[in-house]
Nanobody, 124 residues
Framework: QGQLVESGGGLVQAGGSLRLSCTASGAFFDDYGMGWFRQAPGKEREGVSCISWDGSTTQYAETVRGRFTISRDNAKNKLYLQMHSLKPEDTAMYYC?????????????????WGQGTQVTVST
């Protein structure tokens, strides 16, 4: 199903915003749910948000609900994560992932393909 390439990470002050993008190559992007995960140094990878194949279902981790918004553009093979009111604890490597099915999952076991990640650093 092709590669996943994240972009949009960077260094931002607390309270700022960033928009992450994930571009999928290959066909059948809209056959699968997609997700965003993050991993901070010394911590396990955690689910941030996910979206079903058609965008009708989304889920968020409690720590980001109300601040982050996931979306997708199937015509462009793109996944997005709009992040507002960023906090230092949001600092991590962010990964996009392609699910094994059309559904939305918040656990890594539900995903079969991963990008290389984009670093988000939030300073105080």
């Amino acid at each position: 199903q092709g590669q996943l390439v994240e972009s949009g990470g960077g260094l931002v002050q607390a309270g700022g915003s960033l928009r992450l993008s994930c571009t999928a190559s290959g066909a059948f992007f809209d056959d699968y749910g997609m997700g965003w995960f993050r991993q901070a140094p010394g911590k396990e990878r955690e689910g941030v948000s996910c979206i079903s194949w058609d965008g009708s279902t989304t889920q968020y981790a409690e720590t980001v609900r109300g601040r982050f918004t996931i979306s997708r553009d199937n015509a462009k093979n793109k996944l997005y994560l709009q992040m507002h009111s960023l906090k230092p604890e949001d600092t991590a490597m962010y990964y996009c992932a392609r699910a094994q099915r059309t559904y939305c999952y918040m656990t890594a076991s539900g995903y079969k393909s991963w990008g290389q990640g984009t670093q988000v650093t939030v300073s105080t």
